[in-house]
């Protein structure tokens, strides 16, 4: 048996990947499926099972499957065509709501039959589509409810317009339709960001590398071309293209975007080597060993899209409740007709109640409870340092029970920091300081770097002779005297003892050593007070590092946290949040590397510092800021987010419990029948998204 992947095109909510599965399940030979609606793939375990037997399965369904290696999807050209959707409903839908702006103009009746009928019919035809095909197949979903709304409120609307009424309802038929696209192409935009984030994740590694060949020529050629056995030189500050292994020179690489290690690795040969890593302080030769799909970052590309493949969705509460709402209604409609028929002994008086009845349950507050909330959080939450990728998570933020951390780059600065200085002969440590930064001027090293950082309010002078000496140091002859730079061992000095996670690099001439510069990856300043406010919210925290145990431990005592694990790779990131999951726990968790990109997509909430574009794009949920503070205001905002949605979707249900009744009962003919379901249904909008705006407060 062997797996094929295929593209699924008409899914629109989490109904609808029950749907295909059961479709494609239901065929002879097939042993497994697996629907991933953010990706809008399909994953099927079969033994011979022709495609056109699954083509045919789905599309009864009213689906279309597709063969990703045959025809290739226009992603982009999807999400233009959805916000031309947008738009051309708005500029046709402001006109008809100009009186409820408070303008002294109302379009002519006829003129508003037509601009609503465009709306409607026009870009809102993908509702009508959608519920038509699955009407077909004797089921029902939100697009279903929205159709019906729609289309009911713009046929009565031309009714009462024959019938000369003052105030035909069109600009209701035409802002439902209006409001519903704009959250249609908002969820249609998320949907396609999982496939970002796999390509990201691969872009890490060079798509070019420079090939030797038998002679040690070189040549640019594609990294795809490689074969293993292979031999590629990496150049200082060059990312590596491929795995391998070192055959020649030597260098420290760095990792810590991949294994969560601050300090970089020294290379020798025989050392093994990631495609993704940074080479600094000298070129090397590395073996191929795999290249593209083989490498250790494809291998992590597929473990993000499982994890997201593999997520519990929650279902929107509209889209659960439309099953039965929906036929509920039409059904309610009926009776209410045969009744009134039968008792008033005419049709004309009976199907005003009717009516009255489909109009006034119309979905409008019911579709836009959760969007336009979702809408006016985006923007807060923007505002507070904080990207929303996938609305969901928002949502699940609110319910997070647990905090899962990385250490280095999110508890920590990410970087090293000199944190002492030791005075040998010098006795001054500005000039340690001063002389050990005119070493580093042009290095790229993050270990020079932190050193230049703490030098860059002095004046450094100048270096000749400069030499560098991978894996131990550099030298340079500065005012006649020559200076070495680097560890102690290889200077050749005994060196004081380092603090637990520290590393030490030592200054010297030719006959003593000058001093010693401690540098550390320091804990964030605001780490420890965003960590109390969590606990007092009720919420557990762990600590997860690729680090070494005993500096993860260090962090997690210096910070409070009681679980502590270093050493973790990717896999058993992801394993100890499933390992949460399955207890019952709301996980949240927040890194910033690349090995991190796993447990973000398995996570409830998964969220991103700031940085990396491939992690980034993996979270739902980003840090625009640096630092840990914005994620006390995502988690308030998105308590606040929830409140709200609840409050909406109690107003859309209770509006339509109370009214609904009412209206089968003929109660609201004298007050207007349809003519105030009309308004109401308007009222209960304007109060949805009112009440929504909130949120736009920070």
């Not at 045919?56 to 290696?69: E, H, Q």
């Not at 009714?159 to 409001?179: G, I, K, N, S, Y």
Request: proline share 6%.
């Amino acid at each position: 048996m062997g797996h094929q992947t295929y593209r699924v095109e008409g899914m629109t909510c989490a109904s609808c990947v029950r749907r295909v599965e059961k479709a494609l399940a239901s065929v002879p030979g097939v042993a497994e499926v697996q629907v991933n609606l953010a990706t809008e793939e399909a994953r099927v375990l079969a033994e011979g099972v022709p495609s056109e037997l699954l083509e045919k399965a789905v599309a009864d369904r009213g689906y279309r499957l597709v063969n990703p290696s045959l025809e290739v999807a226009d992603v982009s050209a999807e999400l233009r065509l959805g916000l031309l959707r947008v738009v051309a409903a708005w500029v046709l839908t402001l006109p008809l709501m100009l009186p409820m702006l408070g303008v002294g103009f109302q379009v002519p009746g006829l003129l508003q039959a037509i601009l609503s009928g465009v709306v409607v019919f026009g870009p809102g035809g993908v509702f009508f589509a959608n519920a038509l095909k699955q009407l077909r197949h004797r089921e029902t979903t939100m697009d279903t409810l929205v159709a019906l709304g729609a289309g009911v409120s713009w046929f009565y609307g031309f009714a009462e317009l024959v019938r000369d009424a003052p105030h035909p309802p069109f600009e209701t038929a035409a802002a439902l339709v209006a409001f519903l696209l704009v959250g249609k192409h908002l969820e249609a935009r998320a949907r396609h960001r999982a496939t970002d984030a796999l390509e990201t994740l691969l872009a890490l590694a060079p798509p070019v590398a420079v090939k030797l060949d038998a002679k040690g020529q070189e040549s640019l050629v594609l990294t795809g071309m490689l074969q293993p056995g292979d031999r590629v030189k990496v150049t200082p500050g060059s990312a590596i293209p491929v795995d391998g292994t070192v055959v020649g020179g030597q260098a420290e690489v760095a990792e810590a975007l991949l294994t969560g290690e601050p300090m970089p690795a020294p290379k020798a040969p025989g050392a093994p080597v990631l495609a993704g890593a940074v080479v600094h302080g000298g070129a090397l030769v590395v073996e191929v060993a795999g290249v593209g799909q083989a490498t250790w970052l494809a291998k992590l590309a597929a473990q993000v899209a499982e994890a997201q493949g593999s997520r519990a969705r929650i279902q929107d509460l509209a889209d659960r409740v439309s099953a039965v709402f929906v036929p509920a209604i039409l059904g309610l409609a009926a009776v209410t007709l045969a009744f009134w028929w039968i008792h008033a002994g005419s049709f004309a008086q009976a199907w005003r109640p009717a009516v009255t009845v489909l109009v006034i349950a119309c979905p409008c507050a019911l579709g836009l409870a959760t969007p336009v909330a979702v809408a006016a959080a985006l923007g807060t939450a923007a505002r507070q340092g904080l990207l929303v990728r996938q609305a969901s998570a928002l949502e699940r933020l609110a319910a997070v029970t647990d905090v899962v951390l990385d250490k280095t780059g999110t508890l920590t600065e990410g970087r090293p920091e000199v944190i002492d200085i030791l005075t040998l002969e010098t006795g001054l440590s500005s000039e340690v300081l001063r002389l050990a930064a005119a070493l580093e001027r042009d290095s790229e090293h993050p270990i020079a770097r932190g050193i230049l950082g703490a030098a860059k309010s002095l004046e450094l002078p100048r270096v000749d002779g400069f030499r560098a000496h991978p894996g131990g140091g550099v030298e340079g002859v500065i005012q006649g005297r020559r200076l070495r730079l680097g560890h102690p061992g290889w200077l050749g000095f005994a060196a004081a003892a380092a603090p637990e996670g520290a590393t030490v690099v030592g200054l010297a001439d030719d006959r003593a050593l000058q001093g010693m510069l401690v540098l550390a990856d320091r804990v964030r300043p605001e780490s420890a007070r965003v960590l109390e406010v969590f606990r007092r919210r009720g919420i557990t925290l762990h600590l997860l590092s690729g680090d070494r145990p005993e500096a993860a431990e260090r962090v997690g005592r210096a910070l409070g946290i009681t679980e502590v694990r270093g050493g973790c790779g990717p896999a058993e990131k992801r394993a100890r949040i499933q390992e949460l999951q399955a207890e019952g726990r709301v996980v949240a968790f927040v890194g910033d590397g690349v090995n991190d990109a796993p447990a973000l997509a398995q996570a409830d909430a998964g969220i991103a510092l700031p940085g990396l574009a491939a992690t980034q794009v993996a979270a739902p949920l980003n840090l625009l800021r640096e630092g840990l503070e914005p994620l006390l205001g995502a988690h308030r905002l998105a308590l606040r987010t929830r409140r709200v949605v609840v409050q909406n979707l109690a107003w859309a249900f209770g509006y339509n419990l109370v009214l609904v009744p009412l209206a089968a009962f003929n109660m609201l003919d004298r007050f207007g029948g349809p003519m105030l379901a009309g308004a109401a249904m308007g009222l209960s909008s304007l109060t949805v998204v009112l009440n929504a705006l909130r949120l736009r407060r920070a």
